[in-house]
């Protein structure tokens, strides 16, 4: 059935696969050395292949520089090693060094996001560097390819479907490679990228099989496409079962099943020749056909999250990061974007769910949609049932199905009549954007800085060889899920031998520690046997106040250096040699809420203080009081409130404190604000009285700095609150 139509309809628009190449590139410089999801996995396994000629024996509880990935299909791990043969990548083990401190598989980690230690300014351009970037630009060619594949099966689609072709393919294209999520792992060491060019290449003939029928040369085509997946990852298997049955829509349709035969035997032969030996070689070696279950053993299993955490937190995590969660799962894209691209995916079912209802009556018009739907869904199933049994729930992992995904949004998407060019540039320009914006930031090192800034505070410590010169740290109130940025200035005398860690504990009133940061400088990003001698380094880290954190305290950053994992720590000590410690630093407050809704028993007429707090009200239990009061100016700072029982002296010339509860508030008064209402409480500790008789109970503030009392129109600004009988 082959002919003047069976001729590629068409090719891929040049601008497309040049801006693609050209942003791809961006995000290949933007990402530091092996800081994409299993990079340095991916790249040690073709590293061994290419020095050993050989695939590795996976073993259980054996730790290996490939790790899980050294049980994948081979053959995109065996093109990367013939690329990368010539270089000497002796060096590799120098470049991996891991970050102990990394935070991995959490999106909303704001510092330590480096999952390996790099070098500032960047290892120069040879041995194993220079063979990881040929091997990044190796993926990049492959995604091109993909982008391509999908602009070909879209306009299939498009042909098939009776809509406007080069819309649609450009759409679905465009969709694709402006995807800041894909370009992040195309411009990577990622066998997805070859399982997502070659399952796009055979979604793309199976529609244009769909099209212009079944014959020998597609047969051979489908049945090379098909076996060359299944030899770059396993998912590759999938992609026999929308085939098959499209081949089989094609022989029931004709009444013909003669084509439907060559195509499975040539599909079974094959596969057999190439992708037969590497599955005998599981089942030899590991007793199973896909070897997956030892590759459980080698990565780890878990315990399948609930139905609720599925539909939950790991739903939310697989959409997200099918659009742009970076590095090691712990780089976030500015959260709009996750929700307009939430939008747009709503928009695009509800367009699909409108043009299958349209095409109701006519059931062989669904059949390209219906394909593409299963192969989507089966990818999905997979990818669910694989992330039951170990934490891998990525939008990545959909990639392979791009040509169906993107088809189908794409064609949801055009019933809005939108020029394609409208969300494809859009999307270009936040692709373009997200390396500056959220990338690049995540990897920096602190900035170098000519002396301390005038806002800074001057704290000149001496911890070993690394001089603190000052800090910044705004003194502001903070509820739950706010940030404090704490900006600390260090000049080193001379690089460290041993690389220490710096830690910063956000503390409350008490001590207990709120919030615990530790890792190199610059938030994790610059190990102190890198930084040079003599230059000022501006360190900035941002401390998030825990969501579920309550109550209301002063707060206060302890910080330090110590030797990790040692554990031995280096004392802060200050310009007259006298050791500092611990070093502690006012941070301002934390407060969730005030006491408005509070009653208190005993109301009173209002006593104002200074002309900022009044009482409003107050309540004895035993010995215990609690006092309700409302702020009408903002106070000053390091206000007290005492509490004092007085007894008339034995000359009755005035009166003797037997008792008092002096209180701070939980949240120091210069962070109240108008119309807010705290309550204080007073453990009243009494002493013996000279003689028995009544206590007069008296109240006030005044300023811990100077002792004044604030104004009031009570003699001695103290107040009479009630009085206490010594007999009761």
């Known amino acids: 059935m082959s002919g003047p139509t069976d001729r590629i309809r068409g090719t891929p628009p040049p601008l497309l696969l040049i801006a693609f190449a050209l942003a791809g590139l961006l995000y290949l410089w933007s990402v530091p050395l092996f800081e994409a999801p299993d990079e340095s996995y991916h790249f040690a396994f073709a590293d061994y292949i290419s020095r050993n000629r050989a695939l590795p024996l996976q073993v259980p509880g054996e730790k290996t520089p490939w790790g899980q990935e050294g049980s994948q299909p081979p053959l995109y791990y065996i093109l990367v090693a013939s690329l990368i043969s010539p270089f000497d990548t002796s060096d590799l083990p120098g470049h991996m060094r891991f970050n102990p401190h990394a935070i991995v ?23 194993s560097v220079l063979a990881l970037y040929v091997a990044r630009v190796f993926s990049l060619l492959l995604a091109c390819g993909s982008v391509a594949a ?16 080069a819309r649609l393919a450009t759409l679905a294209a465009g969709l694709v490679a402006f995807n800041p999520q894909f370009l992040f792992i195309s411009a990577s060491v990622n066998n997805d990228n070859l399982v997502t060019l070659l399952a796009s290449l055979t979604i793309w003939q199976m529609l244009a099989m769909l099209r212009v029928g079944l014959d ?26 929308p085939v098959g049955l499209a081949a089989l829509w094609l022989a029931r349709r004709s009444n013909s099943y003669r084509e439907l035969l060559r195509l499975v035997l040539l599909a079974g032969v094959i596969w057999l020749v190439l992708a037969g030996p590497w599955y005998a070689r599981n089942l030899t070696l590991y007793g199973e056909f896909t070897g997956s279950q030892n590759m459980l053993d080698v990565v780890g299993r878990r315990s399948a999250p609930s139905l609720e955490a599925m539909l939950g937190e790991e739903f939310r995590g697989l959409r997200h990061s099918y659009w742009g969660i970076f590095g090691w799962f712990n780089v976030f894209s500015p959260a709009p974007f996750y929700l307009v691209m939430d939008v747009v995916v709503l928009v695009a079912a509800a367009g699909l769910l409108l043009q299958a209802w349209q095409r109701r009556r006519q059931p062989a018009s669904l059949v390209p949609a219906a394909l593409l739907t299963l192969c989507l869904a089966l990818f999905a199933i997979a990818l669910v049932l694989w992330t039951r049994q170990t934490a891998a729930t990525q939008g990545r992992l959909l990639f392979p199905a791009s040509a169906a995904s993107m088809t189908l949004l794409a064609f949801g998407i055009q019933r809005l009549r939108v020029p394609a060019a409208v969300p494809v540039v859009a ?117 998030r106040i825990p969501d579920d954190l309550s109550g209301r305290t002063a707060l206060r950053v302890h910080i330090g250096w110590w030797k990790y994992p040692d554990g031995y720590a280096l004392p802060g000590v200050d310009a007259d040699g006298l050791e500092v410690d611990p070093v502690i630093l006012d941070a301002g407050a934390f407060s969730d ?17 200074g002309e900022a707090i009044q009482l409003l009200a107050w309540e004895r239990d035993e010995t215990d009081f609690s006092l309700l009061w409302e702020v ?18 034995a000359d009755s010339e005035g009166e003797q404190i037997v008792g008092q509860g002096d209180v701070p508030p939980d949240l120091p008064t210069q962070f109240w604000q108008v119309g807010e209402r705290y309550v204080t409480r007073h453990p009243l500790q009494l002493a013996e009285a000279e003689s028995p ?30 009085t206490l009988s010594l007999a009761s």
């Open 216 to 241: 020998a040369r597609r047969s051979v085509t489908l049945a090379l496409l098909l076996a060359l997946a299944t030899m770059a990852k396993l998912s590759g298997l999938l992609l026999y079962a």
């Open 693 to 722: 008789g009544e206590l007069a109970l008296r109240y006030g503030w005044y300023n811990l700095e100077s002792g004044w009392r604030l104004s009031t129109r009570c003699p001695d600004d103290a107040c009479l609150l009630t």
């Open 632 to 649: 009408t100016k903002r106070p000053e700072p390091d206000l007290h409130v005492f509490l004092h029982a007085l007894e008339a002296t």
């Open 593 to 609: 809420g005030d006491d408005r809704d509070a009653s208190l028993a005993q109301v009173v007429e209002p006593v104002l203080f």
């Open 427 to 543: 999307l270009g320009v936040v692709a373009v954007a997200l390396p500056f914006v959220s990338i690049r930031p995540a990897y920096a090192p602190p900035a170098i800085v000519a002396g301390l800034p005038q806002d800074a505070s001057p704290l000149p410590l001496r911890f070993g060889d690394v001089d603190l010169l000052g800090y910044r740290l705004e003194q502001r109130r903070l509820a739950p899920g706010d940030v404090l940025p704490v900006t600390l200035y260090w000049r080193p005398r001379r690089p460290s031998e041993r690389d220490f860690s710096f830690f910063l504990r956000l503390l409350d009133n008490e001590d207990r520690i709120l919030v615990n940061r530790y890792g190199h400088p610059g938030s994790g990003a610059l190990r102190t046997s890198r930084w040079q001698a003599g230059l000022i380094y501006e360190d900035r880290w941002d401390l």
């Open 105 to 127: 598989g959490d999106p909303t980690a704001i510092d330590n996001q480096n999952v390996f230690l790099h070098d500032h300014p960047a290892p120069p351009l040879r041995d």
């Open 150 to 165: 999908v602009w070909l099966a879209a306009r299939e689609f498009a042909t098939l479907t009776g809509v406007n072709t």
